[in-house]
T-cell receptor
Framework: AQSVTQPDIHITVSEGASLELRCNYSYGATPYLFWYVQSPGQGLQLLLK??????LVQGIKGFEAEFKRSQSSFNLRKPSVHWSDAAEYFC???????????FGTGTRLKVLA | EAGVAQSPRYKIIEKRQSVAFWCNPISGHATLYWYQQILGQGPKLLIQ????????DSQLPKDRFSAERLKGVDSTLKIQPAKLEDSAVYLC???????????????FGQGTRLTVV
């Protein structure tokens, strides 16, 4: 069965520092992978997605993620965090064929000024 | 392009009452999802429609939850009767997909925050 694990419930970084949010997935075939961000009281906004091809994916707001099949991971990175990046981040895996999305439990990011 | 519209944004009801949520997906999107997001958790899929047919409702508590998609466009999710543990944000999402297409993404509405007291 598909599953997504986000090991870090909370992460705190200083503004300007680099960021890496971890995501591990379990899926039998090549997955479709997504990172979404959710600000308080808002819906989910897509940051980036991986379907195939280049394993390093660029997204909006300066985010990138790397698909590593051998590690079943799809970690999200940003070289320099801004205070406005404080939000909750969700990794999701989509099943080919059914297009069913499974979300992780999320990582809440706090940014210190 | 207009996004996914949901209403109401907020709803407070007493337990055992009924409630309905409405979703209007992005025009032309064949797939529609309803997710339940309990505070501190990731969204959990309740039901997935492809046009007006149900693809997956395995996690929908069918004794109290029901959903329909009218003419393959708008959708309503109903809870009757509500329980305290139904307090959550209910997110609707849609995606442009047809069987056999390889890539898509889901666009989410802002959600309906339900509080059951």
């Amino acid at each position: 069965a598909q599953s997504v694990t986000q090991p870090d419930i909370h992460i705190t970084v200083s503004e300007g520092a680099s960021l890496e949010l971890r995501c591990n997935y379990s899926y039998g075939a090549t997955p479709y992978l997504f990172w979404y961000v959710q600000s308080p009281g808002q819906g989910l906004q897509l940051l980036l997605k991986y379907f195939s091809g280049d394993t390093l994916v660029q997204g909006i707001k300066g985010f990138e993620a790397e698909f590593k099949r051998s590690q079943s991971s799809f970690n999200l990175r940003k070289p320099s965090v801004h205070w406005s990046d404080a939000a909750e981040y969700f990794c999701a895996v989509g099943a080919s064929g059914t297009y069913k999305y499974i979300f992780g439990t999320g990582t809440r990011l706090k940014v210190l000024a | 392009e207009a996004g996914v519209a949901q209403s109401p944004r907020y709803k407070i009801i007493e337990k055992r009452q009924s409630v309905a949520f409405w979703c209007n997906p992005i025009s032309g999107h064949a797939t529609l999802y309803w997710y339940q997001q309990i505070l501190g958790q990731g969204p959990k899929l309740l039901i997935q429609f492809q046009n007006n047919g149900v693809v997956d409702d395995s996690q929908l508590p069918k004794d109290r939850f029901s959903a329909e998609r009218l003419k393959g466009v708008d959708s309503t999710l109903k809870i009757q009767p509500a329980k305290l543990e139904d307090s959550a944000v209910y997110l609707c999402a849609s995606s442009l997909v047809a069987w056999g297409e390889k890539s898509t993404e889901a666009f989410f509405g802002q959600g309906t925050r339900l509080t059951v007291v």
